[in-house]
T-cell receptor, first 114, second 114 residues
Framework: GENVEQHPSTLSVQEGDSAVIKCTYSDSASNYFPWYKQELGKGPQLIIDIRSNVGEKKDQRIAVTLNKTAKHFSLHITETQPEDSAVYFCAASKNSGGYQKVTFGTGTKLQVIP | KAGVTQTPRYLIKTRGQQVTLSCSPISGHRSVSWYQQTPGQGLQFLFEYFSETQRNKGNFPGRFSGRQFSNSRSEMNVSTLELGDSALYLC?????????????FGPGTRLTVT
């Protein structure tokens, strides 16, 4: 089955710096790659996603890149702020027999130091 | 539009008991997925319901079951609770599931088994 690896597991950055989280996947049939932010005591919140026919997508300070050949995708957060501190999950999804099959990464705990 | 709601938010049960958790998806969403989140195992997929039918199931024992009603609300049930069932149970809804639809998570139900 699909295997999604996420690195690093923890990341500390100074406020204003950039943060990059990387994920690799194993199943070339995966075609949808969402990223989620989970704050303490809350459920994961979808923050950005990318589909396999796109190489890059940007939304204000957040961007995601996808390299299908290498089977990896990354989340980039620029000008980090303390409120960006949270756990971030990547996921890879594909259609399998008419239903979704989503595999999540193990999460990255991001700490933005003021 | 109201988000995904889950009830109850917190639950304490004794080993051997059973528990029922409820999830109301975003209005118009027909797919509901359930996940178990623990520090050691991360986000693990339990099952997905679409139009009252379970169409995808993860690798959990038969003690974990679920159902979906005609209004798309879903419940999951865990029988004969074990200490290892202590976790955050998340449900996520999407319009049709699959990699064509984004998933939106609820806040989760924190289950503690003593």
């Amino acid at each position: 089955g699909e295997n999604v690896e996420q690195h690093p597991s923890t990341l500390s950055v100074q406020e204003g710096d950039s943060a990059v989280i990387k994920c690799t996947y194993s199943d070339s049939a995966s075609n949808y790659f969402p990223w989620y932010k989970q704050e303490l005591g809350k459920g994961p919140q979808l923050i950005i996603d990318i589909r396999s026919n796109v190489g890059e997508k940007k939304d204000q300070r957040i961007a995601v890149t996808l390299n299908k050949t290498a089977k990896h995708f990354s989340l980039h957060i620029t000008e980090t702020q303390p409120e960006d501190s949270a756990v971030y999950f990547c996921a890879a999804s594909k259609n399998s027999g008419g239903y979704q099959k989503v595999t999540f990464g193990t999460g990255t705990k991001l700490q933005v130091i003021p | 539009k109201a988000g995904v709601t889950q009830t109850p938010r917190y639950l304490i049960k004794t080993r051997g008991q059973q528990v029922t958790l409820s999830c109301s998806p975003i209005s118009g969403h027909r797919s509901v997925s359930w996940y178990q989140q623990t520090p050691g195992q991360g986000l693990q997929f339990l099952f997905e319901y679409f139009s009252e039918t379970q169409r995808n199931k993860g690798n959990f024992p038969g003690r974990f079951s679920g159902r979906q009603f005609s209004n798309s609300r879903s419940e999951m049930n865990v029988s004969t609770l074990e200490l290892g069932d202590s976790a955050l149970y998340l449900c996520a809804s999407s319009w049709e599931g699959g990699s064509n639809g984004e998933q939106y998570f609820g806040p989760g139900t924190r289950l503690t088994v003593t």
